[in-house]
């Protein structure tokens, strides 16, 4: 049986063992871990199988084997090496069409609140510990812990599940502020005031909106004018550098430039200020090579998990929709969009909008989705807000 319970107890296990590999790199973990997540999906894709219900379960049955079909294909033309990766794809549709299912109570249990704060303050304090003995971004971490951008994914899950299941709003900003000061995650840091600017499209020129959106512009500046903060030392030095090359360069002529420039020019000695034209960079190589496939690649993909087969780097896209578009295939790639769009219609005059829209952004900078543990909360939290905003509207 599917259920917040089951869900949440699963989760914690999930969390434990993560852990547990993370610092012990016991392989023996990571295969439980793994049989794990199988069996979650199992049991997941079994419960919609047996309950399914109304047009719209029908509807996301259809989805399912829509975009098994063209997998199908990108198997066949590609062959199975990166299946596992499909899977995890697999994984987030099944988790979502199963929360849509599940009976919510009129109540939230305490049990069931700690339980949500247990799942958010695990990895908080893995993050924490790994500042200061050093284990953070280790290439052997699974899931969340394998750099600060997937830890801070996770968070924004757990703030948007700590809003479903009601915990104190002081709770979840005092959270979700300090996951951002102990990372350096700009693309997040943008993409949530974007988010929340939409959110409160409506509400801005109110005049009690409008004195809290100038009083949190004006703390704003004053940190990023005078914090010593990582995150803000970052912002400064990225705008820096943005400000040198485009007074020296056409923005065409970006990915042209070579990092020890760039690296001069910002002054960095890590080169974090000039990863967004490393994204630049390998944005380029990675689209060229996809339009110079043939017709059948370009329509199904050239393979999951192929992107750093083609390019330099030998690495990600750093982009989830890009990712989306070279190795499903333009059909794949649209039918993700479609779901992704269909959601968002329906979330976006609710609060849940913030954090959905905030993930949808990030999606652009960072490879999110192949991330199990996070895509599998994100599409949890995803349903559920539907399902409730939907009970809501009933009700009212």
Known sequence: MFSQKLFFSVMIIFLFLQVG??????????????????????????FFLKNKVGKEAYGGLKYLMLISSIFIVNYTLNGLDGIVDSIKIFGAIIIFLATTLIKLKPNILKRDKIKVIIMSGIPLLVVIMDKIIGFQESDKSLSIFVNSNNYIFFAICCCWLMLLCNVSKKIVLVYILISFAITSTLGALLSICIATLFYLRKRVFKLKYFLLSVLLILVGMILFDNSDLYLFQRVRGTMNVVSNLLSNYKFSQLSEVGFGEAMKISGSSDGSD???????????????????????????????????????????????????????????????????????????????????????????????????????????????????????????
Do not use: M
């Open 21 to 46: 590999y993370h610092y012990s790199q016991y392989d023996l973990i990571k295969y439980i871990l793994y049989s794990l997540e199988i069996t979650l999906l199992f049991i997941g894709f079994n």
């Open 274 to 396: 000039v990863s967004f034209l490393f994204r630049i960079k390998i944005w380029t190589e990675i689209l060229a090579h996809f339009l110079n496939q043939g017709i059948e690649n370009i329509l199904f993909g050239i393979g999951f998990g192929q992107i750093p087969n083609v390019n330099s780097f030998g690495l990600v896209a750093h982009n989830d929709y890009l990712t989306w578009l070279v190795e499903f295939g333009l059909f794949g790639f649209l039918t993700i969009i479609v779901g992704l769009i269909t959601c968002f219609k329906k979330l976006k005059n609710t609060v849940y909008i913030i954090p959905y829209l905030t993930i949808l952004i990030y999606f652009f900078s960072e490879n999110l989705f192949y991330n199990f543990f996070g895509i599998v909360l994100f599409a949890y939290c995803t349903a559920l807000s539907i399902k409730k905003n939907r009970n809501e509207s009933i009700t009212n």
